[in-house]
């Protein structure tokens, strides 16, 4: 979709068909036993990959499919029909790969991105710390400059992947306090010095670790700087374009596949001699989910189109855009559960699953207040 056309093209039709298979085959029907079991779908993640949905927007100069954002975001919404937390894995490794192709050198890309490519390794993204949520800018992990290392010390804190991963990108201060004194590093697992606390006990998002990431006095490369020094915050965020839009993408697709679910459960369910469905009072419910679904969807997309063609007022629109799309996808979801009764809070349905692990979407990749402070203060400057 380009912005004024209202359609997906045959090429975007095509890979959302090639995704919601790829999700039918392999993940919708383990899901649920990934989330009740706390498993890693590495073998399913690696399977994406083959797909070409480990790089979907890396250049094809350095293995990757070089798609848009629309089409990261319909692939992202069709594997999270199945999956929420699963999806939204493969988009932190996306975004994480993605920032070392955009911004790397040739040395740090052909170091790291033919496994990342590929998902024979894995990567995440390190921002966040004890210390340092929301106001990212003020994060304390240091990188001293000795010869040609850097010795990095500090801890990131709720890092998806942590343990599992072999590759974590991570924003370190090079230099002064606040945004300009920020770098970005690639840190290996195996590298001396990196720890990793305690797999966190969750709400949701059960298919993946989060864990805290320690690094005692890491000897890391200097060719592993991502940009320049100082670049790093910049970096960081440009990333998080992407990231918001994907991680909105992630509750549409749970909320659509909890709609489809409450359709078919409310025509089921028989009370008072007829269908629930047959309520109009169950028809308003179901009309205003799905409104409220298409009219954030149609937001996403254009926030998707508008970072692919790197407008001006691309991040705002993401952060527009991730902010509804998350508040929405929760909200359908609630609804969903309340159609579905008793039966909805039972782990036999998928509907609680879901309910959980679109929770966190209004919480990471930056709370939806700070998405409001972004577009709010754009609003205010202009
Ligand atoms: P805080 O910043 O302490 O915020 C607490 C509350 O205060 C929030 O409601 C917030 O919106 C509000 N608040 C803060 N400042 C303001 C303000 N100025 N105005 C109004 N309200 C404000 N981070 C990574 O770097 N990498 C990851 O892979 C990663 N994965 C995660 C996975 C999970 C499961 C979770 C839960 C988190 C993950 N995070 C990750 C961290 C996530 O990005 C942070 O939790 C989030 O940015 C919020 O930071 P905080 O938790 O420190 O909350
Ligand atoms: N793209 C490029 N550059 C950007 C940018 C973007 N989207 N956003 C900001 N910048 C630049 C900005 O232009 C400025 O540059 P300069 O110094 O040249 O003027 C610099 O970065 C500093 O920006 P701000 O002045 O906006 O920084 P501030 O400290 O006021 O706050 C805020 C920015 C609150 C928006 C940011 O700290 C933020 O997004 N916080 C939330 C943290 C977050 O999202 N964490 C997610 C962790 S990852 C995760 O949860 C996962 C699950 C993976």
């Not at 790829?22 to 994406?48: L, M, S, V, Y």
């Not at 052909?110 to 929301?134: F, I, R």
Request: with cysteine; net charge negative.
């Amino acid at each position: 979709m380009t912005i004024g056309q209202f359609d997906l093209t045959d090429d975007q039709r095509e890979i959302q068909e090639l995704a919601r298979r790829f999700t039918a085959d392999r993940i919708t029907p383990f899901a649920g036993e990934w989330d009740e079991q706390h498993i890693f779908p590495r073998d399913t993640i690696k399977a994406a990959a083959e797909l070409g949905f480990g790089a979907i927007y890396v250049s094809e100069e350095s293995g990757g499919i070089a798609l848009g954002r629309l089409e990261a975001a319909l692939i992202m919404e069709a594997m999270a029909y199945g999956c929420p937390s699963t999806s939204a894995f493969i988009s932190i490794h996306n975004m994480a790969s993605w920032m070392i192709d955009r911004f790397g050198s040739a040395t740090v890309k052909g170091k790291y991105l033919p496994a990342l490519v590929t998902m024979d390794q894995l990567a995440s993204y390190c921002l966040t710390e004890p210390g340092s949520g929301s106001d990212a800018a003020a994060l304390k992990t240091r990188a001293v400059r000795d010869g040609d290392h850097y010795v990095v010390t500090g801890s990131k804190q709720f890092i998806s992947g942590a343990g599992e991963n072999e590759v974590y990108v991570t924003m370190v201060r090079t230099g002064e306090d606040g945004p300009r004194g920020i770098s970005a590093l690639v840190i290996e697992r195996d590298m001396p010095g990196v720890s990793f606390g305690a797999n966190e006990r969750k709400l949701g998002w059960h298919s993946q670790p989060t864990r805290q990431v320690t690094f005692d006095g890491v000897r890391v490369p200097v060719e592993n700087l991502v940009g320049h020094e100082g670049d790093g915050f910049r970096i960081a965020m440009s990333g998080l374009d992407g990231g918001r839009l994907n991680i909105g993408a992630c509750s549409l697709g749970g909320a659509q596949r909890c709609l489809d679910e409450a359709v078919r459960y409310t025509r089921d369910r028989r009370q008072f001699g007829k269908a629930i469905a047959d309520f109009q009072a169950t028809q308003f419910t179901l009309a205003d989910m799905a409104t409220e679904l298409e009219a954030a969807r149609a937001l996403l997309y254009v926030a998707a189109a508008k970072v692919t063609g790197e407008a001006p007022d691309k991040t705002r629109f993401a952060a527009m855009a991730k902010r509804l799309a998350t508040d929405t996808g929760s909200s359908v979801v609630d609804r969903a559960l309340q159609l579905h009764g008793g039966y909805g809070y039972l782990m036999d349905y998928p509907i609680e699953r879901f309910w959980r692990d679109l929770r966190v979407h209004s919480i990471l990749e930056g709370t939806n207040q700070v998405m409001r402070m972004i577009v709010g203060r754009e609003l205010v400057r202009e």
